[in-house]
């Protein structure tokens, strides 16, 4: 590995985690994609990964998934599994932002909540490598679940445990990144302009 890897691990999906980088992090709640869609992204992940494959096909593959799954999110709207724009629980992450570069020296630079996913921009500060990025997150999981679970009278865990998450290697990646989160409600069909969105950082 090379740019100075601090980490570079493989669940699901690859996670490579690389000094004085941000990182476009994408999160959503348990139940929020359909098993069915689940199951034949995993197919087709596993027919790649039987074969020979070269760094280019796979990421070629992450992007088409992302871009799967991100279409599937944006179009379902069930209650049960999109509650985070709610009046009372979307304050809760975006106090949670706030507390975590507060305290932990990370910066999210751009994010908006959707209402069964959170999209996000960060990058650690030199205070903040003290803790890595799966390490933040697990924070921010971990309180939120808590903290929503009391409000919606729910027990159990409310987030998927592995995030979907890449560092930006240019600045101009950074700026497309940035534009992407800020239009997501609109490309949803949420709001017309995403001035109109209030649970968003850009």
Request: hydrophobic fraction near 35%; charged fraction near 30%; glycine fraction near 2%.
């Amino acid at each position: 590995m090379n740019n100075e890897t601090i980490l570079f691990s493989r669940r699901r999906l690859p996670h490579w985690e690389v000094y004085g980088k941000s990182y476009f992090v994408t999160f959503r709640l348990r139940g929020s994609l359909p098993r069915e869609v689940i199951l034949n992204l995993q197919k087709q992940r596993d027919i790649l990964l039987s074969k020979d494959h070269n760094e280019k096909e796979l990421l070629q593959f992450q992007r088409e998934e992302f871009q799967e799954i991100e279409r599937v999110l944006d179009s379902v709207n069930n209650e049960d599994n999109a509650f985070l724009t709610r009046d009372d629980t979307a304050p809760i992450l975006m106090e949670s932002f706030d507390f975590l570069e507060e305290k932990y020296c990370w910066r999210f630079s751009s994010f908006v909540i959707m209402p069964n996913h959170v999209h996000c921009l960060c990058l650690a500060d030199k205070k903040g490598e003290q803790i890595n990025l799966t390490g933040i997150f697990a924070l921010l999981k971990k309180y939120t679940a808590r903290e929503i679970n009391k409000i919606l009278n729910k027990r159990g865990r409310m987030w998927v445990d592995e995030n979907f998450d890449h560092w930006c290697r240019t600045v101009d990646k950074e700026e497309s990144i940035k534009k992407y989160i800020a239009n997501n409600p609109v490309k949803a069909g949420l709001v017309q302009n995403s001035n109109e969105w209030k649970w968003m950082k850009k």
